[in-house]
């Protein structure tokens, strides 16, 4: 099982790698300073952007969220709180000025170059 907050996961890198053949200029990535160290960050129109772990937080669209069955209800409790805290953040850099986007990891795996275009649309306004 993969650490909660690493850097570099798969869908991460996917997701640059379809950003750089759009050829989108302008973002950084795991930019620390802001709440939650969004994944890509365009700064100068203040768009985050974070991809989610799908057993992390609980992704409904897609099978890889499973509760384990030991510890059943300490899975569960650390989802919702994973969710909590990402809601907490959201508001956070709202307040900041900042519109977020959140993507999970089989919205990346299945279409990378789909959420890059999505993403540099939003990034323009
Ligand atoms: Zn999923």
Redesign the pocket.
């Known amino acids: 099982m993969q650490s909660n907050r690493s850097t570099d996961t798969q869908p991460e890198v996917a997701l640059r790698k379809a950003l750089r053949e759009l050829h989108a200029t302008g973002y950084r990535k795991n930019l620390r300073g802001l709440p939650g160290t969004p994944d890509i960050v365009f700064t100068h129109t203040r768009l985050a952007v974070f991809v989610?772990g799908?057993f992390w937080h609980g992704?409904?669209?897609?099978?890889?969220?499973r509760v384990p069955k030991t510890n059943e209800e300490f899975w569960r409790e650390k989802v919702r709180r994973n969710q909590a805290r990402h809601q907490q953040r959201l508001e956070a850099l709202e307040a900041m000025g900042y519109r977020s986007l959140t993507f999970?990891?089989?919205?990346l795996k299945a279409d990378p170059t789909a959420i890059a275009r999505l993403i540099v649309a939003a990034s323009k306004r």
């Open positions: 989610h799908c992704c409904r669209f897609c099978s890889s969220y999970w990891e089989c919205q």
